[in-house]
């Protein structure tokens, strides 16, 4: 090799002053450091030089030598030409194909079919330039510098293929249809990678096709100088790019849906998802089945990597870092994923990417528009209007409101990105096609693990797991219809199957029931601020909080009709907004935390991975912290702040229907979509609604068939309130929400209970500890109120304090205190209820408690 090296750098111009190569220079002074850290017994040392720069060097002579060979080669008629130049090529390529394999399979099979040992064929039949590239592909995975290769006949690997990418030139896809501002043909062509792996797979090259999903042909990457340096692959957007994903929430709900215990899903991370199946389906190919190979390609990898593509644009516009054409370009990059190339306008047939499948798909579905899918019509109008968002000088720099509406467009696209894998896995269920029902249910039903968990169960184990009865069908479209709403699409947008005699799907309507309770307003919206609240319980799960602190600060599903158009209510907003002064309360919780903001400020604490206070906290505790603190101090005074909203509206003399308006808002609030329209809820709740009937199962206040006393209460009242909107007696209505604010108190009260009992067995870094904490916060003002003594009592038990044993002074000091202030709150002791095995209006501890505590038996 020492010979080799000067051999070569004579003739690639790699020669020190000495007129030795200077590698050889480089790998004796590697060699004689070695020598001397073996000495001095440093086998670590030796190995580090052994790996990070001996193997490095190496390499270069034999790179040199395939390349002055395969020149050699290249100018040949035939073999028998340069019999000796022929023999050292094919070596010499031998010799490096298994490094170069290691990081690119494409470039190692292209320089072993190059320089095979063939007499009879033409040798370097595509010339000596393909070889070069497939060498200048892999240098920087290999890290070498390409400088140290140097340059062969003023052909150098540092500027091999330069393009002239102009950035403002445009691109024109779907033959005229959408002509991109900037740049972006180079994505487009990610299309003719998965036309050639059909064609590959059509013709029985599996292996092929495997080479072109790893390691891209057509999608060509550059560097800043416009310098080729490798391609796209349908691989790398799962197996390499979903690192950058990691706080975005789509790739976090998915991985949340398939991972298994260990966070693995078909044997490998669950974040690589899509790359699993895919390569499951690779293995899978059998005649007809071929295409579902491409198919998963498109719908599971290029999918998530457009949506990634998508959260850059909206993270970058938040962080200020667009400037120029960046918004514009990025955008262009998204639409390009969508349309890809070799697509005609309109043609199901003639394209390959989303846009293909959304043309064919509204053929199926009978919602074209104009001659091309509705789909597609609504998603390019959405990318025009973020592209105009973001063209404006400054856009996001000097306008505060530019990421907010960039926002609502592109969460609009996402949903809207839904509609073909929606109208896809009906229509395979229509069809009977079993193995594209497992396959498209990949690609959708993770999603509704964050709409409605237990229909994600029930759907996961009918479709994904292939177990479903094709009389089940029809039942299956319905409920799969049902979240809708939750993914932000309607029965218009997803249209009528060709296969159906009369429509089939009712949209849930604005003013369906919620737990029974039929409102007099549209109120949806509201109620579906309960999905942000579980969804973010699922990215604290996946602690994902830079993507918590986003869904709450500008929240998702509550989409209502502004001013100025649609606009998001966020969870933020409730929590910090000036209006809820309008509850007699929330003076109490501003002067006991000494900031108006306090449940914003505990939330954003926690979020904050630097704070002081939560630094030893872990992420579950971190979950607990925000998702209760949302669900019972914010949506506890932002419901009551709606109530009164409405009995101030009944004062004012305003009309009706505005207080009736704000009346359902806070029911809205306090029982949430997920509860569903049926009298008594679901299991699925996220609010007050579901938080009492959870305690009435623990502390035996439940009434008949397990229904809640205090729901039961509260439904009666919220009625009640309604009647005396209606019949304009203010005076009542008052009384009325006063009394439900004293009934929120009670599985408050029991939650802290609960809490202190089982805290009290519990470590300090428990889940339970943290969210005890919480619950003490939801009542620490009124008991403030009452008694500060007592409220301390509370406080000191209760208290966030690592390394400090939780309820120190015992489960009977804590119920002593909550005794002490019942009356106080105009609470009657026993609506609090003695499941425990505590009463709560004596103190005494019964002698078949399973909860034993410091002090047996206590007084108040």
Known sequence: ????????????????????????????????????????????????????????????????????????????????????????????????????????????????????????????????????????????????????????????????????????????????????????????????????????LNSGSKELALVLYRDGENSNTYDENGIKNGHRSFASFSTDETKNMLEEPLLNIYTYALQDKDGNYLDKEARLYA??????????????????????????????????????????????????????????????????????????????????????MGDKFQINVNGQSKTNVDILRLFNQAKLELSFPDACSENPNTYSRLRLIILKILSRMTIPLVQSLIHYLKESDRDRVSLYSHSLIPLIAACNPELYAFLRNKLMENTYNVIETDDIIKRLQTVYGCLGISCDDVGQHVSDTNDQCIDSSEQNPIAGYTPSSKIQEYAQ??????????????????????????????????????????????ATTSDRAIVPQFDAYVRYYEDKNYADTLIRTALDLESEKMRMSSNKQRKEIVVKSIQYLVIHMGALQALYNALSSCRDGIRNSIAEEAWDQGVALLIGSLEGSSHGGSTEGQCFYALSKTRCQEFGTCGKEGYSNVNAKLESLLYTGKGEIQGGSCNALGRTVKKIGTLLLIPLIQSNLKYAISNEKKAWDDPDFAAGYVFSRTILPMAEDVSHEHAETIKRNMDFQFLVEPVGDGVGAVFNAFGAIYGGLNINCNDIGDGTGINPCTGIISSNSKNPSKGNVFLY
């Open 1 to 200: 090799i020492y010979a080799l090296a000067k051999e070569t750098a004579d003739v690639f111009g790699t020669t020190e002053g000495s007129g030795n190569a200077a590698v050889n220079e480089v790998l004796i002074g590697v060699l004689k450091n070695g020598r001397d850290l073996i000495s001095e017994d440093d086998c670590d040392g030796a190995l580090s030089i052994i790996t990070s720069q001996t193997l490095e060097q190496l390499p270069i002579p034999m790179i040199q030598g395939t390349l002055f060979y395969a020149d050699k080669k290249g100018k040949a008629n035939s073999h028998s030409d340069l019999s000796y130049e022929l023999a050292s090529a094919y070596v010499l390529g031998e010799s490096i194909q298994p490094i170069i394999y290691s990081v690119n399979i494409t470039s190692a099979e292209t320089i072993k079919s190059e320089l095979f040992f063939n007499l009879n064929s033409k040798p370097v039949t595509n010339g000596a330039d393909v070889v070069f590239d497939a060498v200048t592909f892999s240098l920087a995975s290999l890290e070498i510098d390409c400088n140290d290769i140097g340059s062969y006949k003023n052909r150098t690997l540092c500027n091999s293929e330069v393009v002239n990418l102009d950035p403002e030139t445009p691109t024109i896809l779907s033959n005229g249809l959408y002509t991109t501002t900037t740049y972006v043909q180079d994505r487009a062509n990610i299309a003719l990678d998965l036309k050639a792996i059909n064609d590959a």
């Open 275 to 360: 790359d699993s199946i895919v390569n499951r389906e690779f293995n899978r190919i059998s005649p007809g089945k071929t295409l579902l190979v491409a198919e998963a390609m498109l719908i599971l990898n290029l999918w998530m990597f457009l949506i990634h593509e998508l959260y850059q644009t909206l993270e970058n516009c938040k962080n200020k870092m667009i400037v120029d054409t960046d918004g514009v370009h990025s955008i262009d990059e998204a639409v390009a994923y969508w349309i890809g190339d070799g697509q005609i306008t309109g043609d199901g047939d003639n394209g390959h990417l989303f846009y293909a499948l959304a043309e064919r």
């Open 529 to 574: 601020l309960d999905l942000d609240i579980f969804e973010i319980s699922i990215l604290m799960e996946m602690g994902a909080l830079k993507a918590v602190d986003d869904l709450y600060s500008y929240g998702k599903h509550a989409i209502v009709d502004g001013i100025n158009g649609p606009e998001i209510i966020s969870l933020s907003s409730i």
